[in-house]
């Protein structure tokens, strides 16, 4: 009898499609040959992993439903609305992910190397073994972003756990900001001078100059007027008077200082050194020179040396602008090539410049 044939009979026989007769003649078969009886145990056993593992599809379709009930993105507006409601839903719902997360993978390798189906059957075994795994991975991370929302835990979900600055690169709603702002984001919100805040997001970054272009997609957020600055294409001297606003804290704040050398960190060509103090939140705030040019945007500060700053060139900056994919812009980024800070005192510049530099909100980043 061919093995093909064994498994034929085999299949019959756990189905309950044999005769009386049949049955009688196959389970005399069994008890008189020990391999066919191995057989039949393997197969057998083979055929509940099968099993399970379409009750595991199963699982996972509840499970991506449950992910789509929860928006990542908006977890912490959920919460702040209902904020009972997702706590609810984890519970109800976490025996069942539990079961998911607790599949012995590593049984399931010994069972099927040792009955020899690794072999037979490793296709169809790896791509169990993969689906698992993937189902698995989603199912830690669900749970860990989950678990913030329990009671007494909900200092862990800061309104923006990590935040900095940006600025207007057009009037629809493109802004610029340093990578390191919003580099591994679930989302992205701006907030402007007047308190609103609108949901942005990141279609453009470049790690090496650390720059990265957000787009507001908020439907709430209106055009704004033209850009009064323009970016300026060539360096600036040594000596020269800059200044920078951005939200190091809750409230607009004007740097005052002016650049003491044309290099960065470690003699870093692509960037300026600024006299001007630079904390955390200023990240990604404009560089201006004292005509309202933009020369540069604020990505660090040398921690040993106090009022000592860093910033990209602008020429740096527009590279990245002009490297974004034609695909990834919804609409025209058209960029102000009129100056209409030049003439400002200061006082006036910095009023101008208010409704064009935004606090960005990070949610999700470092979880």
């Not at 706590?87 to 049984?107: D, E, G, M, P, T």
């Not at 060509?269 to 040019?293: E, F, H, R, W």
């Not at 040993?304 to 490297?323: C, V």
């Amino acid at each position: 009898m061919s093995d093909n044939q064994l498994l034929e009979l085999i299949e019959r026989y756990l189905n309950g499609e044999m005769t009386k007769e049949e049955r009688t003649r196959f389970e005399i078969l069994r008890n008189e040959n020990v391999e066919v009886n191995e057989t039949v145990t393997e197969h057998k056993h083979f055929t509940s992993l099968i099993k399970q593992y379409g009750e595991r599809l199963e699982l996972e379709q509840r499970l991506n439903a449950i992910h789509d009930e929860i928006d990542v993105e908006a977890l912490e507006d959920e919460y702040m609305i209902h904020p009972s409601f997702v706590v609810r839903l984890w519970r109800n719902h976490h025996s069942k992910i539990s079961v998911a997360a607790s599949i012995a993978i590593f049984a399931v390798l010994c069972t099927l190397f040792f009955t020899g189906y690794l072999t037979n059957r490793e296709r169809n075994y790896m791509e169990l073994s993969g689906k698992i795994k993937i189902l698995e991975n989603s199912t830690h991370q669900l749970s860990g972003k989950i678990k913030n929302l329990e009671p007494g835990r909900r200092n862990n979900i800061n309104p923006g756990n990590f935040r900095g600055t940006g600025f207007a690169i057009s009037s629809n709603g493109y802004i610029v900001t340093d990578y390191h702002v919003v580099g591994g984001a679930d989302s992205v919100y701006v907030q402007s001078a007047d308190g609103k805040s609108y949901r942005a997001k990141v279609i453009h970054s470049e790690v090496a100059p650390d720059i990265a272009v957000l787009e507001i997609t908020d439907p709430e957020f209106k055009n704004l007027s033209p850009l009064p600055y323009t970016f300026k294409k060539t360096e600036t001297d040594i000596g020269e008077n800059v200044f920078t606003v951005g939200y190091p804290g809750d409230v607009f704040v004007l740097g005052p200082g002016y650049l003491t050398a044309n290099s960065g960190f470690q003699n870093d060509s692509t960037s300026y050194q600024v006299s001007i103090t630079a904390n955390p939140g200023d990240s990604g705030a404009p560089l201006l020179d004292s005509k309202g040019n933009v020369i540069g945007i604020i990505n660090g500060k040398e921690t040993h040396i106090e009022g000592t700053g860093f910033a990209r060139k602008s020429s740096y900056l527009l590279k990245a602008i002009d490297n974004i994919p034609a695909d990834s812009l919804n609409k025209p980024l058209n960029m102000n090539s009129k100056n209409g800070l030049a003439t400002l005192s200061r006082v006036q510049q910095i009023k101008k410049l208010q409704n064009y530099v935004f606090m960005v909100r990070v949610y999700g980043k470092g979880l």
